[in-house]
């Protein structure tokens, strides 16, 4: 089917974009808070030797800053060639987010960024130390609206349907922005980013080591990105834990996928992995009370009550009445202007409905299901290497403290080998987060299918293919130069 192969190969295109995209931010978010840091303690103490060590980190991160930017551009662009329809649905809400993300925060990360990098010995030390946080804040606070238009995606907010001009308006701006999943997803993004920040920088000091050269300035960084990865560490497992509370609440089958639970209840058991259970973990991660109800897979498509009596409509129902709703959208723009007493029973039908109004899309309850497996696996090897990352930068920073590290050569083995692990767990977070809430492009209120623009399956497929190469090629000449930067390394006698 023709229409199929273009939401696949559309969806394939975006996510090819988003995951290298998402290959550099997180490197930007870290590096910018560890560089800092750093650059921190020499205007502190006056020590040259953390000068050096904040410009070598500074210098890999202007290179990793670059090509994101060029990632990111064309992942905008998309939403007007592959996703017109998503555009114009929905173009008022979701573009504001962006729009100021373009204007504010992306030319405060450029205005600063070239007095961070160029202005070493022209500004004093305080105003070049000021640049540079402030371009690490203007990197946060660009993903920080970034994340608040995804957020709405995951729990559409603060917006009412127009059936005149068949678009979403907004009509509350605040309730977009302090959206829960908004603020539960900037914390668990960002602060994920110090780790990848961290990680970075303790396997690239951790080749200096097994090089044995540059060996102060690999410790000193060692120390600094493991305080700061372990701190970033914790934060995500604080937000990981609102996160679940607000996917039970809005994204209940995101949940139930990511937990391969095909029937709910009280007392709902964690699965580690099939067949290893922590009893009650489940219910009490979704709703704080060890006893709490979660709906499994099942519960969800055949309808339940909770057991405090709030009944929840099946997915048959739900499909039902979103039929209803786009029918009742038909009639209207049909009898607006010949018709008004039915037009305006049509659109009292379609404003008692339009909360489903996206079902009306589904010809079967069985797309409702994301695909179980991708997402049951992908949500472990999150948990897991965060784990393991965890305990490795706590591992390093003891080692270290201790002046062991210098000779552990097979912890620092792991450390090096760590940094496309920490990679690894960022994109398995994204596939739950989005392919998790699958077949929405916007929760409950628009499918992809009804979201992709109208052209040819061949143009995507060409362009799929073109951005293989493009992002391939971008993602090689950036290996390459942080390589011969790294083999060339600071430069700074160990004293």
């Known amino acids: 089917m023709v229409e199929h192969a273009l939401v696949d190969w559309s969806r394939a295109q975006f996510a090819l974009t988003a995951g290298y995209h998402w290959l550099f931010v997180p490197l930007t978010l870290g590096l910018a808070v560890i560089m800092a840091t750093m650059e921190s303690v020499y205007v ?89 946080w402030l371009t690490g804040i203007g ?31 907004m009509v509350d701006f605040w309730a977009l922005v302090f959206n829960p999943i908004a603020i539960s997803k900037l914390f668990h993004s960002v602060f994920s980013g110090w780790m990848t920040g961290a990680i970075f ?25 493991a305080i700061i990865g372990i701190i970033g560490t914790f934060a995500v497992m604080l937000s990981g834990d609102s996160s679940g509370i607000q996917a039970a609440k809005y994204q ?3 949940l139930a996928a990511a937990e391969g639970l095909e029937d709910g209840g009280t007392a709902i058991p964690l699965s580690i992995v099939p067949g290893v259970e922590i009893p009650g973990m489940l219910s009490f991660l979704a709703t704080h009370d060890i006893d709490g109800y979660v709906p499994g897979i ?4 055949d309808g339940y009550t909770t057991p405090d009596g709030v009944r929840h409509l099946s997915a048959d129902e739900k499909i039902e009445r979103g039929k209803t709703a786009l029918k009742a959208f038909g009639d209207y723009r049909t009898l607006k202007d010949s018709n008004p007493e039915a037009a305006a029973a049509a659109r009292a039908t379609l404003d008692e409905n339009i909360e489903y109004f996206g079902y009306g899309y589904i010809d079967s309850k069985s797309e409702l299901i994301p695909p179980v497996t991708l997402i049951y696996w992908a949500f472990r090897v999150m948990i897991g290497i965060g784990s393991f990352l965890l ?53 409950g209120l628009l499918p ?33 130069i942080m390589f011969k930067a790294i083999v060339q390394g600071p430069n700074i006698e160990n004293k």
């Open 252 to 254: 209940p089958m995101k």
């Open 139 to 169: 990197a946060a606070i660009s993903a920080v609206w970034i994340l608040i238009a995804n957020s709405w995606m995951q729990n559409p907010v603060g917006m009412e349907f127009n059936p005149d001009t068949v678009r979403h308006e």
């Open 298 to 301: 099942n519960n969800l498509l």
């Open 201 to 225: 920088v303790i396997g690239i000091s951790s080749w200096y080591l097994l090089k044995r050269r540059e060996t102060r300035f690999a410790l000193a960084s060692i120390r600094v990105a």
């Open 391 to 443: 305990l490795l930068m706590a591992a390093v920073l003891l080692f270290e403290r201790k002046g062991k590290l210098l000779n552990m050569r097979w912890l620092q083995w792991a450390a090096l080998l760590s940094i496309p692990l920490v990679y690894l767990a960022g994109e398995a977070g994204w596939v739950v987060a989005e392919v998790g809430r699958q077949p929405w492009v916007i929760e």
């Open 448 to 480: 992809v299918k009804a979201a992709v623009s109208s052209v040819s399956v061949g143009a995507v497929q060409t362009t799929f293919w073109l951005f293989v190469a493009i992002f391939t090629l971008f993602l090689v000449i950036e290996m390459r």
């Open 44 to 132: 502190a103490t006056g020590d040259d030797f953390w000068k050096k060590t904040a410009k070598f980190w500074m210098k890999l991160f202007a290179i990793n800053f670059a090509v994101g930017i060029a990632t990111g551009i064309i992942l905008e662009f998309e939403f007007g060639t592959n996703w017109s329809n998503y555009s114009w649905f929905v173009g008022d809400i979701f573009g504001a987010p962006l729009a100021i993300e373009g204007i504010f925060a992306f030319f405060m990360e450029a205005t600063f960024f070239a007095v961070m990098f160029f202005g070493w010995e022209k500004v004093s030390k305080r105003f070049h130390l000021a640049a540079t």
